[in-house]
Nanobody, 122 residues
Framework: VQLQASGGGLVQPGGFLRLSCTASGFTLDRYAMGWFRQAPGKEREFVAAINWGGGVARYADSVKGRFTVSRDNAKNLVYLQMNSLKSEDTAVYYC????????????????WGQGTQVTVSS
């Protein structure tokens, strides 16, 4: 069971990126999926989560109105659209899977993927 996040990179403040998370060894359509991030010297923090059907999403206050989590179960993919990026969004971003969305919102998950670096800088 593996999750892999991709799509990170260097972007200027105000710019946008779309991260993707895919899975190997299992299908995502029975799991809630979440995004977390960890900046240098800081603890990992919850960013966003979406339930298995895609009808419920939750966000950290720091990204509300700027980030959107979505999923395409047919393609076994989960996305994080990040708009209006700020320097404080710089971090390694991870995707995670859990049976319940509340598990993710509380800051943990059952399965974790390798992260992707997002750097917001001019």
């Amino acid at each position: 069971v593996q999750l892999q996040a991709s799509g990170g990179g260097l972007v200027q403040p105000g710019g946008f990126l779309r991260l993707s998370c895919t899975a190997s060894g299992f299908t995502l359509d029975r799991y809630a999926m979440g995004w977390f991030r960890q900046a240098p010297g800081k603890e990992r923090e919850f960013v966003a989560a979406i339930n298995w059907g895609g009808g419920v999403a939750r966000y950290a206050d720091s990204v509300k109105g700027r980030f959107t989590v979505s999923r395409d179960n047919a393609k076994n993919l989960v996305y994080l659209q990040m708009n209006s990026l700020k320097s404080e969004d710089t971090a390694v971003y991870y995707c995670a899977a859990a049976t319940l969305i509340t598990t993710l919102v509380r800051g943990t998950g059952d399965y974790w993927g390798q992260g992707t670096q997002v750097t917001v800088s001019s």
